[in-house]
């Protein structure tokens, strides 16, 4: 039997050859994701978009202690907000986004809230996130009781001075999001003893209308 | 002894073929941590799952959740990445997966203070 031996010129192209094998069986394995234990990876890639909210997709009211079975929404260009003791007035907004055609496995990366004073007076205005159904054509005083609102105001602001408010309200939008409707907010005085009000969808002054800038992921 | 000497070195080709594979392994190379897609092998699932995730009022991730995780997942690590449009780690959390009936909701925490908005992906990984 002849005996197989590498000459000394090839000896080095064979470690070579050795070599490269190795490193082919790294890049083998790690194309393939073998590892120790590594059962599965992958990668999700986000789409981002912007969907900004004007008065056509809002809803809004505002509701009467004093008159407990009347609705004021449709039509009011104002939302009074008071905290009157006895006539206390809360205002409701919302907005549509199912325009934005996000599912509701996306999620707001920024959302902030525009209101316009027009009536001012001392008062810090809470924002407390409503989470159940409602309408502007029957939301009444006595129908607030059935919403569900959460405990805990999202942001507030003053009602000080007239013009444009802003508060963030991105984790409540990104809550609405994936639960598949934004049901808004409601706003209420928690400090003060004035009767304030802020534009409606239907105020005749666009810039005075409630509206929300929206950046989203999906 | 020129017969002991090829035969040892034979044996030293297939040892360094060995050991080039499991250096692989011990690095965790996969093609899906690169973001190149996924990479299937075997164990609880072969589909890639869905991650949403949730934010604090100033636009954090606060978590993770990983939907639909199978039954057949449980005690094992789901890893999960924020990455931005370089796919470079903005934070990075892993919890074990828990058991329950049917398709699990796994929740994953822990990532720092990392801005919804600079996240563009999500890496993750399930290992034993």
Same mark, same amino acid.
């Given at each position: ?11 080095? @192209? ?44 809002? *809803? ?48 707001? *990366? ?12 001392? *008062? ?19 129908? @607030? ?28 939008? *990104? ?22 009000? @802020? ?20 | ?19 080039? #594979? ?57 890893? #999960? ?24 909701? #796994? ?6 203070? #990392?801005? $919804? $908005? ?11």
């Amino acid at each position: 039997m002849r005996r197989f031996r590498i000459k000394p010129p090839l000896r080095l @192209v064979a470690a070579a050859a050795i070599g490269t094998l190795s490193f082919g069986g790294v890049g083998y394995a790690a194309s393939l994701g073998f590892s120790t234990n590594k059962l599965f990876a992958w990668s999700q890639t986000l789409t981002k978009g912007t969907c900004n909210q004007t008065s056509t997709t809002a *809803d809004d009211t505002y509701v009467q202690q004093l008159n407990p079975t009347s609705t004021a929404g449709g039509t009011a260009t104002t939302l009074t907000i008071s905290p009157i003791a006895a006539t206390q007035d809360y205002a409701f907004i919302r907005f549509n986004l199912s325009g934005c055609s996000i599912p509701t496995t996306g999620g707001a *990366d920024s959302a902030v809230l525009t209101v316009n004073v027009r009536t001012a007076g001392a *008062d810090t205005i809470s924002l407390f996130p409503v989470t159940s159904s409602w309408s502007s054509s029957t939301l009444t005083w006595n129908g @607030v009781s059935g919403l569900t609102i959460g405990p805990t105001a999202t942001g507030t602001f003053s009602a000080s001075s007239t013009g444009a408010k802003t508060v963030t309200v991105t984790a409540d939008v *990104d809550n609405a999001i994936k639960a598949g409707n934004l049901w808004g907010w409601e706003l209420r005085a928690t400090s003060g003893v004035a009767s304030v009000a @802020v534009g409606a969808a239907e105020n005749v002054t666009a810039a005075n209308r409630p509206s929300m800038t929206l950046s989203y992921e999906k | 002894m020129k017969w002991l000497s090829n035969i040892f070195g034979l044996a030293l080709v297939g040892l360094f073929l060995f050991v080039g #594979v499991a250096a692989a392994a011990s690095l965790g190379l996969t093609s899906g941590q690169l973001g190149a897609g996924s990479a299937a092998v075997s164990g609880c699932t072969a589909s890639s799952l869905t991650a949403t995730r949730n934010v604090n009022s100033s636009g954090n991730v606060t978590q993770v959740n990983v939907l639909s995780v199978p039954q057949a997942c449980a005690s094992e690590t789901l890893a #999960v990445t924020l990455e931005n449009s370089s796919h470079v780690s903005l934070g990075a959390a892993s919890t074990t997966v828990g058991t329950c009936t049917g398709g699990c909701t #796994v929740t994953v925490t822990g990532f720092g203070t #990392v801005s $919804a $908005a600079s996240v563009t992906a999500y890496a993750l990984s399930l290992t034993q």
